[in-house]
Structures are given as structure tokens and as C-alpha cells.
């Protein structure tokens, strides 16, 4: 315990893993204080005890260099007591944890709560700390509604060559960026990422991901994309979720310069209004639709429009085929054997097309996005030059997502064994049919599943990374675990492919920020 002479211990506010906290009153200067201890364990105090000691010091050294309003600021360091304390402000009020989580709270509530964080955590980063535990217990609101970011016991100097965590996990898993909790160097962009979590969590009353194995946990986080806000919150636009995407990426660079920037943005969409009602879907998009009744089981062949995009899907029974080198196909790589049986357990819509231009000019206005540089102004030609972000944004926004790879094959294959569906100057736009450019989809012949372009005109993103082995990404479940490989899988050759890459079972895979002019993507939903 702190100096009896100076502070006096009136109550324990809370306890946890990096120490007790106590309300006390300094006689000094006659105030009311928190003080942090550390009690000393009975006997000879261990490593741990000694690696905590130092990340409370840290804590105060790191918080101490930061003056702004919205961090309960630091008044003394006490590192040789018998119980090493902080001595820091005193807040009355309540964490953020304390409010009740389980429902969506006010967007007003929300946005004032986040801005007042954001401008915490831009200041920290400045002077080159990053908070690593940013969570709804780390945040404070005082009775007048003020937000405060406490806690910096595992807050690290971007500078720092120091590490106290002997490589151990020290944070909170559910609110812990990609990078972090894979032991990458770390930025401000992983508070933003944290940040972002809470947002999700107080606009929708859900955490992104939730599960009760750790292992299944840590899966989510580094490999599955944050479900919509929109699909847990109907009342917010699907704006808010074009942001929060943004915010949670898996990449630190494809987020916001600043959780200011962040924050500004998430409050501007919340400002749109929500998607009560479906758009009209143009008249053209709807000929020889049979648009299903809600709740029917839907049948092979079955064709319905999505009324985001107005862009036509097909239903794809599921069923088990031959995924990889078709018989006989002397043009194939390496990376495409071994061929191997493939279960598709679930069925799915796939688009008919590849997505296009009108429909992806759809999505550019709704979010206020810039339209890539595209090759001609034909609404029916097929969107080019996006990176594969891109097109998990407009996924986002439709309500749909990228098909994996063995969706993509098993849709294109359509029940055949062959490397393509049909003869090829038939099916494809591709090097020596295409004169030098995409052209409007649908105008080749479809495969037996009724589905356009599904070799030729443009590469395809899928959602999987590049592995080593073909076979990783066909399973069901995949038994050699996810690839740490950083290149995304694209199908289906394009304009300007040679004969050789428009094959059913042809890989390539680029970079995710990749803008190639040959780039484009179709969607699937389940």
C-alpha cells in the first residue's frame, strides 16, 4: 500500500490482472485519487510478479508523456514501495462496460463516446504510443458524459526495442487486432482496429466475433471477414458497414490514417438512412426472372435478382465433383493436381454474371466511393481495375460475398469433367477472339448451370489466399490449416489470356491491392 502518511485508502474500486484499484484521498493537496497497486505476494516475489512491477511503471511513464482531456492522466509513480503503485486521477462515473452492451446503443451516444477516444488515441500515437488493450474497460465516462481512455499497462513506445511480454499474449482477445495477435510490429492502426470493434459492438449490441474456443476465436479474427452491422442492426445504412469494413481490415494499410478519419466517416454514414425498403430493379434485370417466394426451397436453375445490386443469381444444388487437373489436360500446372473429390455441402446463388458496371456504379454512389478507371462506359461491360478490398466492400454492401475457390470450380465445371465447359471461342473472350478489350457479359454461351463468363473477359477474386498445396483450399475442412501465404486466388483467365489460363481449373494469384485492368469479381450468397 502507497505512503499511509500521504494517501488514504478509502475503498476498493476493482481488481483484475494488472492490479487493484483503490479510490484514496491525497492529504498533500487534498484530493480524491485512484491508486493502482500491485500487491507483493507472500514469499520471494517470482518473475511474473517482478514483469509486472515493470509494466506498471511502463504504464505510468507511457500515460504520463500524454496530456489531453480524454486520458485520466498520471500523478505519481511510487516504483519502491512495498506495493508499487500509480497514483492517477480520480473519475467518478463508470466504465463503458458497465453500460448495457447486449442492445444497440443511440448513434448520437455512440459517435460522442468514439470521438472523444479517437482524439485520445490520434494523441497518443503521436508521441509514438500505441494503448494494445483498447476495449470497453478501458474506457471511462464521467458523470458529465466526458469519455476518458485508461489503462495503458500494456501500452508500448513505437520506439521501444523493450518487450515484457517474454512473447505471451498480454491483452484482451475478443478486441485484439489481426497484427496483434499474430506478434506483428504494431501502429496506431491497431487501437483503430480495437476501436472499431467497440463501435461494431455499441451500434449493433453484438461483438464481431464471438466463440467459446479460443482456437476458433483466434480463426475468425485472422481469416473470416466481420459479419454486416446492417445483418445484426437493420436501422443503420449499409454506409455503416462499408466503414467498419474499412476499420476491421485485416491489413493496418487498408484502414483509416487516423482514428479521427474513422470515426468522422462512421458518423457521416450513420447520417444516411437505412434500407427499408428494396431499390426498383430495373425493368431489363427482371425478364424471365423467376423471383422465389420468401421461404420457398429454392431448385437448380432457379434465377432471382438481388434488389441491392439488381445483378440476376442462379442456385447451385450442392453435390460432390472433381476438383483440380481434368483428365487428359495436357496444359495444366503443378498447383493444379493432384485432382481430388471435393464436397459441396451447402448450396449457394451464384451471379449469373460477373459483376458490372452499372452495378458496381450502384454501390460507388451509396458509399460515396470513387468508380475505378474502367475500359468504356457500357453499364454491361464487367467492372475492371478493382483490387480484391474492393470487391469484399461491394460484397459488404450487396449483402453477399466472394465464392471460395471449390465454389468457383464446382459452379464452373456445371457436372463436367472437362478443362472447359464448351468450345472455347464459344464461351470465352479471351487473346484471340477479344479485339484488345472486356465486352458486355452474358453475350457468350452460358454453362449447364446458366452461368456467363465464367471463363474469358475478366479474372475473377475468389475469397482464399494462395497456398502451397492446391488441395488446402478445396477441402471442406482443411486439415493442413490456412495458408500464411499473402496472395489472393483469382479464376477464369480474361480478354487477354491465352488459351492455356482459360481452363475451369487454371489458378493465378496477385497481390489484394492489385488494379489490374483485366480484374473483376462475381459474387455469391447463401
Not at 135 to 140: D, E, L, T
Not at 240 to 262: G, H, I, N, Q
Not at 300 to 315: C, F, L, P, S
Not at 423 to 437: F, H, R, T, V
Amino acid at each position: 500500500m502507497p505512503q499511509d502518511d500521504r494517501y488514504q485508502i478509502l475503498k476498493e474500486l476493482g481488481r483484475g490482472g494488472m492490479g487493484v484499484v483503490y479510490q484514496a484521498n491525497d492529504t498533500l493537496l487534498r484530493r480524491e485519487v485512484a491508486v493502482k497497486t500491485l500487491p507483493r505476494p507472500q514469499g520471494q516475489p517470482g518473475r511474473e510478479w517482478q514483469e509486472a512491477v515493470q509494466r506498471l511503471i511502463r504504464e505510468g511513464r507511457a500515460a504520463a508523456c500524454l496530456q489531453h482531456p480524454n486520458i485520466v492522466a498520471i500523478y505519481d509513480i511510487l516504483p519502491d514501495a512495498d506495493d508499487p503503485s500509480i497514483i492517477m486521477q480520480f473519475v467518478r462515473g463508470k466504465t463503458l462496460a458497465e453500460f448495457n452492451l447486449g442492445t444497440p446503443s443511440e448513434p448520437s451516444f455512440v459517435v460522442s463516446v468514439l470521438k472523444q477516444c479517437a482524439g485520445a488515441l490520434d494523441h497518443a500515437h503521436s508521441r509514438g504510443v500505441v494503448h494494445r488493450d483498447i476495449k470497453p474497460a478501458n474506457i471511462m465516462l464521467d458523470e458529465t458524459g466526458c469519455a476518458l481512455v485508461m489503462d495503458f499497462g500494456i501500452a508500448k513506445m513505437v520506439d521501444s526495442k523493450s518487450e515484457l511480454t517474454q512473447g505471451r499474449f498480454i491483452g484482451t482477445f475478443e478486441y485484439m487486432s489481426p497484427e496483434h495477435m499474430s506478434g506483428e510490429q504494431l501502429d496506431g492502426r491497431s487501437d483503430q482496429y480495437s476501436l472499431g470493434v467497440v463501435a461494431y459492438q455499441l451500434l449493433t449490441g453484438c461483438r464481431v466475433f464471438d466463440a467459446q474456443a479460443l482456437g476458433t476465436l483466434f480463426s475468425m479474427i485472422l481469416l473470416q471477414d466481420p459479419p454486416p452491422a446492417t445483418k445484426q442492426n437493420p436501422d443503420l445504412s449499409p454506409a455503416v458497414d462499408a466503414v467498419l469494413w474499412r476499420a476491421l481490415s485485416k491489413k493496418p494499410l487498408a484502414r483509416y490514417s487516423t482514428c479521427t478519419e474513422f470515426v468522422n466517416e462512421l458518423e457521416t454514414a450513420l447520417q444516411e438512412a437505412p434500407r427499408r425498403e428494396s431499390p426498383p430493379v430495373p425493368e431489363a434485370a427482371v425478364i424471365g426472372v423467376s423471383s422465389l417466394v420468401a421461404g420457398a426451397t429454392p431448385h437448380t436453375g432457379d434465377v432471382q435478382v438481388n434488389a441491392i445490386d439488381a445483378q440476376k443469381y442462379v442456385w447451385i444444388e450442392p453435390g460432390a465433383f472433381q476438383m483440380g487437373a481434368s483428365p487428359g489436360d495436357a496444359d495444366c500446372y503443378e498447383d493444379e493436381k493432384p485432382a481430388h473429390q471435393v464436397t459441396i455441402t451447402k448450396g449457394f446463388w451464384m451471379g449469373l454474371t460477373p459483376v458490372t458496371v452499372g452495378a458496381y456504379r450502384r454501390y460507388a454512389r451509396a458509399v460515396g466511393k470513387p468508380m475505378p478507371k474502367v475500359t468504356g462506359a457500357d453499364e454491361s461491360l464487367p467492372i475492371v481495375s478493382v483490387n480484391w478490398d474492393d470487391a469484399v466492400g461491394y460484397c459488404v454492401w450487396a449483402g453477399v460475398r466472394l465464392p471460395t475457390e471449390a465454389e468457383w470450380e464446382y459452379a464452373a465445371r456445371a457436372g463436367s469433367t472437362a478443362e472447359r465447359y464448351g468450345n472455347l471461342d464459344g464461351i470465352a473472350w479471351y487473346s484471340k477472339n477479344s479485339e484488345g478489350g472486356t465486352k458486355p457479359v452474358g453475350q457468350k454461351q452460358p454453362n449447364a448451370f446458366g452461368l456467363y463468363d465464367m471463363l474469358g473477359n475478366v479474372w475473377e477474386w475468389t475469397a482464399d489466399w494462395y497456398g502451397e498445396k492446391y488441395y488446402q483450399w478445396g477441402e471442406t475442412e482443411d486439415p493442413h490449416g490456412p495458408s500464411s501465404g499473402e496472395m489472393r486466388v483469382l479464376r477464369g483467365g480474361s480478354w487477354s489470356g491465352n488459351p492455356r489460363y482459360v481452363r475451369v481449373s487454371f489458378r493465378n494469384w496477385l497481390e489484394p491491392d492489385d488494379r489490374s485492368f483485366g480484374l473483376g469479381f462475381r459474387c455469391v450468397a447463401d
